[in-house]
């Protein structure tokens, strides 16, 4: 979770902090002692987020400015998990940065918590807290609605999402396993089509047994025209464009009317 950097001198971040005031981003701690979950939770509930500068007492300059004045800490393994195991001690646990500066003199450390893409965040206690001013609060009721209901409505966003990805992609694995499958039957359609072709040939030759076999599969070819208006009606009643689809149903009906054309006559002429 943490990351573990180091400045021989004071980096510019932390200058800035240190040339202003205490604020809703900024905290001056002298001890790590001085440093509870509160003070955690409340910079990651904030929108902004905040650091606090550990080992800097706050002083008044001759203008009657109060500023950052460093005056070190320890920066010792001892002291980072402390402060790790303050963070973790917050549900949902704080996502913080640990930084080290000035190591050549007086060592501080820049403890940077971001705004908590998981907030409402509370102390083991309970606490639900918030950075305002210079200080940390309890957070409102309406605040803290305000973060359940923005954290739910986002979990639910995602999950809602999530779930139409699935279903598009399981929609495009059954279209094309539909379009793959009325390939193969207009495949099937032709090589039907030339068989019955080369049996009209021999149409005058049939016996009543054959013509009654002819019958038959007029009437077969009919019924299949009825499943396929069928089937067109379903995709029809189907949400979305089913125009690919139809446009392949529509090409087989116009095959099973030639077919049926070209086997009425057949017919007529033996009976």
Excluded: W
């Excluded at 320890?74 to 790790?84: G, H």
């Excluded at 971001?114 to 309970?126: A, E, W």
């Amino acid at each position: 979770m943490p990351v573990k950097r180091e400045y021989k001198q004071i980096s510019q971040r932390a200058k800035s902090l240190l040339s202003k005031p205490e604020g809703v981003d900024v905290d001056f701690k002298r001890e790590i002692n001085g440093i509870k979950s509160r003070d955690l939770v409340s910079f990651a509930n904030s929108p902004q987020g905040g650091a606090i500068l550990v080992g800097v007492d706050e002083y008044t300059n001759k203008n009657g400015l109060q500023r950052g004045r460093v005056v070190g800490c320890d920066v010792d393994d001892s002291a980072r998990l402390s402060l790790i195991n303050k963070a973790t001690d917050c549900y949902p646990i704080v996502d913080i940065e640990l930084v080290v500066e000035n190591i050549s003199n007086n060592s501080f450390f820049r403890i940077e918590i971001p705004s908590g893409n998981k907030r409402p965040y509370c102390t083991q206690r309970g606490e639900y807290a918030i950075r305002a001013d210079a200080r940390s609060r309890a957070l409102y009721p309406e605040e803290l609605l305000a973060m359940f209901m923005d954290r739910e409505g986002e979990l639910f966003l995602n999950r809602f999402r999530e779930a139409v990805a699935q279903l598009e992609q399981r929609l495009g694995q059954m279209d094309h396993a539909f379009g793959s499958g009325m390939e193969h039957l207009l495949i099937h359609l032709e090589e039907l089509d030339s068989q019955v072709r080369r049996t009209l040939t021999r149409v005058d030759q049939m016996t009543d047994s054959a013509k009654k076999r002819s019958r038959n599969m007029l009437q077969a070819l009919r019924d299949s025209q009825d499943s396929i208006a069928g089937l067109e009606s379903l995709l029809l009643a189907q949400n979305g464009n089913p125009a690919g689809r139809l446009e392949i149903m529509r090409d087989i009906r116009t095959r099973l009317d030639q077919l049926t054309e070209n086997l009425n006559p057949g017919d007529e002429q033996n009976e």
